[in-house]
């Protein structure tokens, strides 16, 4: 099970994503425009900071690929780390995030299926 809340912070320019997998540290993501790009940075209970871009679909939009850009806290390359965020918006109750740990050169995905409080 995972919690996750979300806050507009930065005067409006940014959103604050709070995840809190069960018995896990939670793990804070802080997503903001940059131009024509989507960027975060998921600062990841294993001490890294890596940050991704997505490239913002026109229309509405129903997926949002973010790719690893680079990452502070991290000696190599080969360090365990988030590697990409893909999320699905299926309507306005519902979430997916597939988050991309690499490690050892290998792509472990983890699916959270996301719904809505009401």
Known sequence: MV???????????????TLEPSGEPSMITLY???GNKLMMTHYCSVGNQPRM???VPA?????LNFA?????NMAKSADPHMHS??????????LVH???M???????????NLERKK
């Open 68 to 72: 690893f850009v680079d990452a502070t």
């Open 32 to 34: 903001h425009a940059d």
């Open 3 to 17: 919690a996750v809340s979300y806050q507009v912070v930065s005067g409006g320019n940014s959103v604050l994503e």
């Open 98 to 100: 597939v988050w991309t």
């Open 53 to 55: 871009s997505a490239q």
């Open 85 to 94: 965020l893909a999320m699905a918006f299926p309507d306005k109750d519902h």
């Open 102 to 112: 690499r490690m050892d050169g290998k792509d472990m995905p983890v699916t959270f």
């Open 59 to 63: 229309g509405e939009i129903k997926a």
